[in-house]
Each structure stands twice: as C-alpha cells, then as structure tokens.
C-alpha cells in the first residue's frame, strides 16, 4: 500500500487554496495537513510539524515564497515542493529551478495539469523511500520531460474505455443516458468555453447533477477543462469541447 503524502498549501487567496485542497483531494495518496497564508506561518508550522510536499505561492505578504525555499534549503530542508504561481517571469522560473523545486505552475491551470505534477512528486517518493541503488531507466522515468509525462501516463477507468470505441461501453452507476444525452446536446450547442451554470440554468437540472456528466465527459477526454480566476469571487472551472472525431464517437455511442 502505498503512503500518504502530507500536503502543506503555501497561498494567501483562500479561493485559490480552497481549489489547491480540492484538486489535492481527487488524488490518491495527498492529504492537506495544513494551509498557511504567508511565509512566517510556515515556517512556525515547520518547525515543529513535518510534511511531504509544499504547495507555495510565490507572492506572498512579507516574505516571498522564493524567501522560503531559500530559508528551508539553508536549514537542510529539502522538502519537495511545486510552485503555483501567477508569475510567468523567466526569472522566477529560474530561481525556482536553483531551488530544487519538482515543478513550476502557471495560474490558471488545469486539473490534467495539477494532477501530472502531482504523479511527478509521488514518483519521487516512491523511489526515495527505498533507499536502494538506482539505475538508469528508472532515472529516465523520473526525470523525463513534462510533454512525455503526460503523453505515457496511463488512463484512468473512463479514458480507457474512450480509447476503445469498439467495446461496449456502459455509463457509470447513478448517470442515466437520457440525462447525458441533454447535458451534451446543451454542450455542444455552447459556444467556447462554459461552465457548470451555464448548462445547469440552460438545460433546468441541478448544478451537482449536471456537474457529474460534465466530470464524466472530461474523464473520457471529450471535454477540456482549465481555471477562470476571476478578479471577484471564486475561481470558476471553465470547460470545452477537445476537437476529437474519436472522442465524438464515443459520446455519440453513449448518448444513442
């Protein structure tokens, strides 16, 4: 059985945290242990807990979350962390990678993209935990680049039914075909992007109902999905329909 990885969020907008928690709670193997809003609270916090992985902010008040990496790498701390950031500057990006940091996330980002930074850091602590020799294929697996670690990842339950569109494919249980297929003639009668709301109040079923048939499209690749942080209120997830003949077929399969 593999561990559970400690997550501590570094991220002083609790919207933007709030998502951070949720994406980490569709993930097999995180738990948020704690959420600290600048650098001072975490570094109180890591001194006298422990945790696996940081989630840090990069603009923070007083401190930068770049301070922290600096501070913890100075105490021999070399927590594994990601940053999440809405800072695009190469400089950063520089800095971030003297630092030791696993990856580097530009807000807004997908939940696709959240989760293949996330199998990255898993895979490192799986390895580290066995504190044996190392060789050079599984170097390659753990250093290979962000583009291959996305194409060879493997499918989840509903991608790997979408990839055979000659096998019987059924929906899974509590999703009827008649709702699916009204949720997915209101999709791809809307226009880019859309979100939840925007097919709930379109075609007068819940939010949560229609959110599950939305989830279930992305989790067999016929929709797109990214973040919408917008300047007032919660961030929005923000979806749209991945132009794929395949996938169509599929949907048409489903729904007919």
């Known amino acids: 059985m593999k561990a559970v990885l400690r997550v501590l969020i570094v991220e002083d907008d609790p919207m933007v945290a709030q998502i951070n928690q949720e994406f980490c709670e569709r993930i097999d193997h995180l738990q948020v242990v704690a959420h600290m809003t600048s650098v001072v609270q975490a570094e109180e916090f890591l001194d006298k807990n422990t945790c696996d992985l940081i989630l840090l902010d990069v603009y923070l008040p007083g ?8 501070d913890l790498r100075k105490k021999g701390n070399f927590i594994p962390t990601v940053l999440i950031t809405a800072s695009d500057e190469f400089d950063t990006l520089e800095k971030a990678y003297a630092y030791g940091v696993i990856d580097y996330l530009i807000k807004p980002f997908s939940f ?3 989760k293949v930074a996330m199998e990255k850091v898993i895979q490192f602590y799986d390895a580290s935990q066995k504190r044996g020799r190392t060789d050079q294929s599984l170097l390659d697996h753990l250093f290979q680049s962000q583009s291959e670690s996305t194409q060879t990842r493997q499918p989840n339950n509903h991608q790997q039914i979408a990839l055979d569109e000659y096998r ?16 997915y003639q209101a999709v791809v009668q809307a226009k880019e992007w859309f979100s939840t709301e925007d097919i709930a109040d379109k075609i007068d079923i819940s939010r949560i109902s229609t959110k599950k048939y939305i989830q279930f499209m992305v989790d067999i690749n016929f929709l797109i999905e990214q973040m919408d942080y917008r300047r007032v209120g919660r961030p929005v997830t ?14 048409e399969q489903l729904i007919n």
């Open 63 to 70: 401190k930068s979350g770049l301070e922290l990496l600096v």
């Open 112 to 114: 696709d993209r959240f």
């Open 168 to 183: 019987q494919v059924e929906l899974p249980k509590g999703l009827s075909k008649l709702t699916l297929r009204k949720v």
């Open 238 to 251: 923000l979806y749209k329909i991945k132009q794929d003949d395949h996938r169509e077929n599929i949907m």
